[in-house]
């Protein structure tokens, strides 16, 4: 089975904090994904990798950047978090040659 | 650019009764079509997919949904609802190109005893 694996479940942060997020998968996929999830907004796409050291603005890129250094993980950092980045942060992989998108267990990142 | 709408927020239905949960894309013709799972506190699982050939699709957990064309929809059902269906449920298309995968806004399913 595909295993998407985000490291941690649940973070809580403080206003001005520097934030990383780890996502680790292990079946050799081409493209990362980070969304974000919140009620009544759905997921939306913060950046996506489709390669080692290459990286795409999603649809919220603001506030965020992203690391691929190794094809098996893809960070998300929060260069200084605000509580208005209090969220579900989900990570997903998938190959070019298979379409959908394969998940992590989702962090819930709260800042205070 | 492709959207997705889901119609309903929230859907509720008896445990037994038929799961109905409503998916439309835009109108340019998507390659592939999704939909996917979320329990509390859980990442997202895929459920099904549409990619070619037959446009009824089969998922996991009894699941099926009907890819039509003509309305430019691919509605997701299942004859009996169970008590553990209940959950987030999204629909996903392809956004410009099969990497990028857009999501609708979702429905929350909840089934009553």
């Known amino acids: 089975d595909v295993k998407v694996t985000q490291s941690s479940r649940y973070l809580v942060k403080r206003t001005g904090e520097k934030v990383f997020l780890e996502c680790v998968q292990d079946m050799d996929h081409e493209n990362m994904f980070w969304y974000r999830q919140d009620p009544g907004l759905g997921l939306r796409l913060i950046y996506f990798?489709?390669?080692?050291?290459?990286?795409e603005k999603g649809d919220i890129p603001e506030g965020y950047s992203v690391s691929r250094e190794k094809k098996e993980r893809f960070s998300l950092i929060l260069e200084s978090a605000s509580t208005n980045q209090t969220s579900m942060y989900l990570c997903?992989?998938?190959?070019?040659?298979?379409?959908?998108?394969?998940f992590g267990q989702g962090t819930r990142l709260t800042v205070v | 650019a492709q959207s997705v709408t889901q119609l309903g927020s929230h859907v509720s239905v008896s445990e037994g009764a038929l799961v109905l949960l409503r998916c439309n894309y835009s109108s340019s013709v998507p390659p592939y079509l999704f939909w996917y799972v979320q329990y509390p506190n859980q990442g997202l699982q895929l459920l099904l997919k549409y990619t070619t050939g037959a446009t009824l699709v089969k998922g996991i957990n009894g699941f099926e949904a009907e890819f039509k064309k003509s309305e430019t929809s691919f509605h997701l059902t299942k004859p009996s609802a169970h008590m553990s269906d209940a959950a987030e449920y999204f629909c996903?298309?392809?956004?410009?190109?099969?990497?990028?995968?857009?999501f609708g806004p979702g429905t929350s399913l909840s089934v009553i005893p």
């Open positions: 996903a298309v392809p956004k410009t190109s099969y990497d990028k995968v857009i």
């Open positions: 997903a992989s998938s190959s070019p040659s298979g379409p959908e998108a394969f």
């Open positions: 990798s489709y390669d080692v050291k290459m990286k």
